[in-house]
């Protein structure tokens, strides 16, 4: 264990996040750019170091907690949705970061994650989705796409996979964002956004597992595919993608639409301007994942998807214990055990 | 005392009797659960002592008039010391022809049995599955009984028709009119019942009268009638002096976390996910809310203990309940929280099992699961309630046990206790055992280094809050390095922390109370030995046996894991050692391989609680 001396937030860097236990992910892991990315941002956060909790499941995404010099619970597999609502409905005034992967939040936590969605904590929710179970060594996992062949599909995977944004949407998610590590500039914007989110913010982060499935996310961050095949979402700017820029998204009454704007001699803001906080467009885009709009291919959406707070569990909770409180004061412990229908045998 | 402020009746016979025992009978929606609680209410505010015991389907409304739909409640309440339910009744009310069916058994011979005639017309002898035109009322079967029949339905009816409330209502109030009638009977007063009435229907003025007038119709029609030729007098108990109220298991456990967190000085925290006959408690606590108490509840029975852990992670007091079911559902996060070293108090009211089992009814067959069912090594302390009014006891001690030496802990108490009832001389707060919490506020190791599993002479680890500046480190469920608790691998090390969190759970035995007779001597022919629920039974058949000549002691254990220290000394002292269990031997099992002593089982499983008789006549067998 380290030796841990009080220092001002203000001073501190990067370094005073990182614990004194090696890394051990694989040489070229994804996880480390996450890791990396986090400690970059949090020194800037304004919140004292030991206020922060990382709360993990199982998996190697999971080991994470080990290397953030901050308080963390590295539980069991699925569960640490479930956990950091306890960690926040009993202490409001903590940061909760959960850090999870596919397998560990939509496979065997999947019920916990809905129901965290929908409860909304205001925690912060990262899923390090490499679209494989990289731990227990490589078999497909909720994000593989069907077709997929792993040790245990040798003959391919025919599960259809889930679409995750789509799937925290469908659970009144109040924060949906996506993510790569391989744009560490993107991730720490999207982490900073999250913090700043009152609510649940879920963090898709593509991350590359080298050994298991390299190069899963390759067409989002190689220069020679990464322009057309992602696009990166900005609040009330309009959804631009393309090699030169020149590719616009519109909507043609419900259905999206891609046009060349340029071309077209159409200015930018004829376009689908991205609002954060209208749902049934958030729904839209968050489908620009395997379904084809009149035939047409659509890039992977990256940044925030969706973000509209609405009231957080832990403040509800406290609020209501506050009301109830004013409205009858706490009873004392002697009228608690002694009920109000006694009798006395002298 | 109170004093009844009704004369006896002139027209009846009194007979004066040291305890009865009623059993209210009839459809799940004829409230006979209801019925029941009041007079139990006013029987303990008159002095009686007093047990109770619901015993209801699983269905919340089965078939009007099935057999399935039988819903019981049975107490027994006495100018003497009053440990059981009883195993036959004095009294039982039928509403319908399937709780006559039911019931009939356990009525003793000469009994009164007060029916309903209106649940006893052709379609309700049919759904009762007596034969085509046999009306048990009728044809002279219960000759050996006295039976009332009366039409409760048509008198009530005729005593509402001036209320201007719906058939349906009208229909709902006819217990009211048994309740009535058997205040009579008893010679109890009716003014607790009124007052609940009023209190319960404050905001509907008409239901409140409806219910009233019937109640007044029904003692009326006892005094005024004259089939009714005898009145039953059971005087107060001379119970130990103080001040009483009635109470549930369930209910003792819930006000016995609320204790823990008082006295502890910690929040409460309960995660918990629904479940029979467990659901309850998260009823109660969910009242607290004035109190701060915090309760959660979660998407399933993993996610109820794991918020827990959450909970108990940032220094609540932290609690998660349920039943065999959940408890299944739970046994990795228990495993998480062993490791971990962190208070956790898992409360499981047992219910028949395997799987879905017996909902409704009770059973002990979960003893065996509370000590083992993890994998890996990991002993954690067990406990167990022995009656409604000692939930709060033990669930007490089980708080102060997971605190104090940071460990998860598991009380046993199981749907017969949980859902009974009995008189409790209530503690005051400042005579409850006061539970030490520390947190850690500064490193503990040597040159301000923290060590989270540095231990302490109890083996226990520090309590360290997040929050706390200069305290930041990581625990999890992967294996500890002793002391500095980083993740280790290495062999000896696991050897050395399994043996270390064993002995921690050994050396509680030093913090709780010794073995000792309950009943009878420290030395005799006979031993029975008893755990949780049981208690009651045993007690009663081991007095009774005692006063009857027999050589035999009851020792009842509350602590099962760890045993108390004196437990194998205790043992020896006795020729023969009976165990029963409502299970098919479960604790026989621990005592045989720890102590090596040759005890014998008596074993129930028919998801109901043993009955004195049962008990009696095995220990006779054994004396002889
Ligand atoms: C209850 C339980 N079941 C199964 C496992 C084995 N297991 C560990 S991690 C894992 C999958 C991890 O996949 P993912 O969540 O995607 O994390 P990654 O390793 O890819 O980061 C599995 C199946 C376990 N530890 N616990
Ligand atoms: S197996 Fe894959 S995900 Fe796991 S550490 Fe290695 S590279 Fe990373
Ligand atoms: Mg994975």
Known sequence: ?346 | METLNNEVSQKANVIESESMVVRFSGDSGDGMQLTGMQFTDTAAMLGNDLSTFPDYPSEIRAPIGTIAGVSGFQVNFGSKEIFTPGDLYDVLVAMNAAALKVDLPRLKKGGVIIANSAGFDKKNLGLANYPPDVNPLEDGSLDNYIVHKMDITKLTKNCLTDSGLGTKEVERSKNMFVLGLLFWMFDKSMDSTIKFITEKFAKKPDIANANIKTLNAGWDYGDNTEIFNTRFKVKAAKLPTGIYRNITGNHATAIGLIAAAEKSGLPLFLGSYPITPATDILHELSKYKANGVKTFQAEDEIAGICSAIGASYTGNLAITTTSGPGMALKTEAIGLATILEIPLVIVNVQRGGPSTGLPTKTEQADLLMAMYGRHGESSIPVIAAASPSDCFNADYEACRIAVEHMTPVILLTDGYIANGSEPWRFPTEDKLKPITVKFLDKPNGAEGVLLPYKRDEKLVRPWIKPGTAGLEHRIGGLEKQDETGNVSYDALNHEKMVHLRAAKIEKIADYIPLAKADTGKDKAKLLVLGWGSTYGAIKTAVRECIAEGGDVAHVHLHNINPFPKNLGEVLKAYDKILIPEMNSGQLLQLIRAKYLVPAIGLSKVQGLPFTTTELKAKIVELLK
């Open chain 1, 1 to 346: 264990m380290s030796t841990t001396t009080i220092e001002p937030t203000s001073k501190m860097t990067s370094k005073d996040f990182s614990s004194d236990q090696d890394v051990k992910w694989c040489p070229g892991c994804g996880d480390y750019s996450i890791l990396k990315q986090v400690q970059t941002v949090f020194p800037d956060l304004g919140i004292p170091r030991e206020q922060f909790v990382f709360i993990s499941g199982i998996g190697c995404s999971s080991r994470f907690t080990y290397y953030m010099d901050t308080y963390g619970m590295h539980s069991i597999h699925g569960r640490a949705a479930a956990i950091a609502s306890g960690v926040k409905a009993s202490n409001p005034d903590l940061s909760v970061w959960v850090v999870s992967g596919d397998g560990d939040a939509l496979s065997i936590g999947g019920n916990h994650f809905i129901h965290l969605m929908r409860k909304n904590f205001n925690l912060n929710y990262l899923v390090f989705n490499n679209q494989i179970y990289s731990l227990t060594k490589g078999q497909y996992s909720p994000t593989s796409e069907k077709g997929k062949v792993t040790k245990s599909s040798p003959y391919g995977s025919v599960e259809e996979p889930f679409n995750p944004s789509e799937l925290a949407l469908g659970a009144k998610a109040s924060f949906v964002s996506r993510t790569l590590d391989r744009d560490p500039k993107h991730m720490q914007m999207v982490l900073k956004r999250a913090n700043e989110f009152k609510g649940t913010s879920f963090v898709e982060v593509y991350q590359n597992c080298p050994v298991f499935n390299d190069e899963a996310f390759f067409a989002y961050s190689d220069k020679e595919t990464k322009k057309e095949e992602a696009i990166f979402l900005e609040h009330g700017k309009p959804l631009i993608f393309g090699h030169n820029d020149e590719k616009g998204i519109m909507l043609d009454g419900i259905t999206p639409k891609i046009v060349n704007f340029k071309e077209k001699n159409m200015s930018p803001t004829e376009l689908w301007i991205h609002d954060e906080k209208d749902k049934t467009k958030a729904n839209l885009i968050s489908r620009f994942f395997d379904t084809l709009f009149e035939g047409e291919h659509f890039p992977r959406p990256f940044g925030v998807i969706y973000a509209d707070e609405r009231p957080v569990y832990d403040e509800e909770m406290t609020n209501q214990i506050k009301a109830v409180n004013a409205k009858k004061g706490k009873q004392s412990l002697n009228s608690i055990l002694s009920g109000d229908k006694t009798w006395s045998i002298n």
